[in-house]
T-cell receptor
């Protein structure tokens, strides 16, 4: 089955700096890679996703890059703000699986004012 | 976007009792739903795939007789934790897909 590795497990940055979280996946059949933000006690919130026919996607301060050959994808957050502080999860899926997700272990991002 | 609703949001039960959690897709039909479990400070782990009109598919290590799943309609899947024990205390969350995965609010189960 799919295995998703995520690094780092914790990340502390100063407000205004950039944050980068990296993930690798094992199953070459995976073709959908979402990123979720989860606040304590809440459901995961989709912040950005990318499909395997695209190498990069950007939405305001958030971007995701995908390297299919190396089987890794990364989340980039620029101009971080304290409200970006949360746990971030990457995931991998095959669209034909009805979006059955395999999650990374998560990254606790702390943005210091 | 699509809405997935989960009920209850939290429940406390006594050891040995059973608890039922509902997951509904409110504005779309879902032949497949997924149940995940999340322990404190850990990731979401897939427990089982709920299939409308057929048996659920369980991930390795998940006891199918303990976690009963019923997907009787295209908008409702239920997870029943039978004979709950303190180690079953966790955050249970469902998802259904319409173009992408949508999650329910999650259910915080505490077994005392």
């Amino acid at each position: 089955g799919e295995n998703v590795e995520q690094h780092p497990s914790t990340l502390s940055v100063q407000e205004g700096d950039s944050a980068v979280i990296k993930c690798t996946y094992s199953d070459s059949a995976s073709n959908y890679f979402p990123w979720y933000k989860q606040e304590l006690g809440k459901r995961p919130q989709l912040i950005i996703d990318i499909r395997s026919n695209v190498g990069e996607k950007k939405d305001q301060r958030i971007a995701v890059t995908l390297n299919k050959t190396a089987k890794h994808f990364s989340l980039h957050i620029t101009e971080t703000q304290p409200e970006d502080s949360a746990v971030y999860f990457c995931a991998a899926s095959w669209v034909g699986s009805n979006y059955k997700l395999t999650f990374g272990k998560g990254t606790l991002l702390t943005v210091n004012p | 976007g699509a809405v997935v609703s989960q009920h209850p949001s939290w429940v406390i039960c006594k050891s040995g009792t059973s608890v039922k959690i509902e997951c509904r897709s409110l504005d779309f039909q879902a032949t497949t739903m997924f149940w995940y479990r999340q322990f404190p400070k850990q990731s979401l782990m897939l427990m089982a795939t709920s299939n409308e009109g057929s048996k659920a598919t369980y991930e390795q290590g998940v006891e199918k007789d303990k976690f009963l799943i019923n997907h009787a309609s295209l908008t409702l899947s239920t997870l029943t934790v039978t004979s709950a024990h303190p180690e079953d205390s966790s955050f249970y969350i469902c998802s259904a897909a319409q173009g992408k995965a949508f999650f329910g609010q999650g259910t915080r189960l505490t077994v005392v």
